[in-house]
């Protein structure tokens, strides 16, 4: 059985709350936004609302491509909502949001073991190398998304 990776990534927006779960979840946008989703599509759902599914494609700075489902379990519209993950990232995502006006926060808890025999053989020895890639990817995903999210409204 592979080790489960645990990351918190903790996004804050000077934004409101309605307005930061409206764009962290439009995740079909994200391949336009966020350079390391090369393909998100949602293949069931609204990708919103409990039953949807969404295939994902993501790429850091290592030299390898994740593949993988997010199918959503739980969803409380500006609260939380809960994702399994299976393919080359197996567990659960999940998005807590609180806050207001001006400011909200994104807190995104992730769980997973990955499935590829590669990344599970050098895992013991690149834990660190892959726990800096990810805080990578989110780290930009912060930055492409944060002028989406605080924008004024037109």
Partial sequence: MPKPYH?????????????????????????????????????????????????????????????????????????????????DLVGTGRWAFSGGDPEARAVYYWDVATTNPILNLVAPLAKGALARNHEKVMANGFAALRPHVEAPPI
């Fill in 7 to 87: 990351f918190v990534t903790d996004w804050r927006f000077s934004a409101p709350l309605q307005r930061v779960w409206e764009v962290v979840l439009d995740i079909e946008r994200y391949p336009g936004w966020w350079k390391n989703f090369r393909r998100v599509s949602i293949t069931r759902g609204d990708g919103r609302s409990i039953g949807s599914v969404i295939e994902c494609e993501v790429r850091g700075s290592l030299p390898y491509s994740l593949r993988y489902s997010l199918e959503v379990m739980e969803a409380e519209q500006y609260r939380h909502i809960l994702l399994r993950s299976t393919g």
